[in-house]
């Protein structure tokens, strides 16, 4: 805010709290007197413009020096050429270069992000030869080593534009007077194909901070909402406003004010401010996929929270197997518990940095074999099984007692999905004078919370695809 607005508020404070003194003196004296005191409003405004022209000069002689432009969109550290990012952003760079007509530069300007292969990663000869431990850095360490991804990705693209920008200016015969000036947004560094996957039952307190990639099934979405990273605070004091950033868009309060000389302590947030910055933010709850000898009996199938930012969002709906890739994170188990004897309790989630979902490559695979007829094949050891099951006398019993055999009882429920999968035959179909009945039955099974429904489903689901 500029130094107007600050004069004209501390103007107005000082003439409302002067007052007529009681030692005498006419009114004329006092405002002559007034006069000749020095103006305190027009010295902190002059200091402030100075110290904020100063900084200003001060920051652009710094950045002149500062070979990657947009370090200070990824990095909070001062550059400095001994960082110990400056090794893998390099490498990064180098491995970007090589692989620069392979990407959509619009689509990557346009998402703001990047899909970088880890396993085309970690097989690179020079990526390894430059940064043999990437895949340990990655994992211990993965904010730091995808921001260098990040900026290495952006130096690549604003080089690359800026030499087409000259060769257009060429072309059209302009001069060149200075550097040409091209604008580059954030972009992230998505990894996928990252390995190992780490099973739901294995993430624990140990793996706080870590990448980590896992694969489930989507069971509930949010709505996508605004999260505030970074918010602009008005000073009570003197007027001042600032840009504050808020990590993982937890709200917090400044400590103290930009401005040397304001010892001001008390901020308004100005939600409306063009310094206020917010991105998109999805909530998903993936549940774990488990084969038949890794079920646990009596036990649901474990959960565990993802958020989604930016083009991440509205990847997936309920009901799609996706491969999360991400950093564990934890947040407060209890917001509204207030108790200094209550215990401190996190929960962890996941901060997803890419998603896969393989709901379409399914769908293609089953295209493809039906296309070309593919036929499943059956051992030897197989067809005896078969007539061993055809041989029994009770066949219904047994098909309903081998459907989800890992939940007790509930043999009605899973009667009733064992029908369902073999399906019915359609009735009056050609009769025109009665209605006619589908084959297909539907089944909706109601319950008390924790008796295995969503289990029993999701086998009925999977079976039916065998």
Known sequence: MNGDYRGRGFGRGRFQSWKRGRGGGSFTGKWREREHRPDLNKTTRKHTSEQTSQSLLLQSTLDQFIPYKGWKLYFSEVYSSSSPFIEKIQAFENFFTRRIDLYDKDEIERKGSILVDFKELTKDDEMTKLVPTIANELRDTPEKTLACMGLAIHQVLTRDLERHAAELQAQEGLSRDGETMVNVPHIHARVYNYEPLTQLKNVRANYYGKYIALRGTVVRVSNIKPLCTKMAFLCAACGEVQGFPLPDGKYNLPTKCPVPICRGRSFTALRSSPLTVTMDWQSIKIQELMSDDQREAGRIPRTIECELVHDLVDSCV????????????????????????????????????????????????????????????????????????????????????????????HELVKAGLALALFGGSQKYADDKNRIPIRGDPHVLVVGDPGLGKSQMLQVGNQSSRI
Do not use: W
């Open 318 to 409: 309920p009901g799609d197997t996706v491969t999360i890739t991400g950093v564990v994170k934890v947040s407060n188990a209890e917001e509204g518990s207030r108790n200094k004897n209550d215990k401190c309790m996190f929960l962890l989630y996941i901060e997803a940095n890419s998603v896969s979902n393989s709901k379409g490559q399914k769908t293609k695979t089953s295209e493809d074999g039906c296309k070309h007829g593919a036929l499943m094949e059956f051992s030897l050891k197989d067809l005896y099984a078969i007539q061993e099951i055809q041989a029994e006398e009770n066949l219904f019993k047994l098909i309903v007692n081998s459907l989800c055999p890992v939940i007790f009882g």
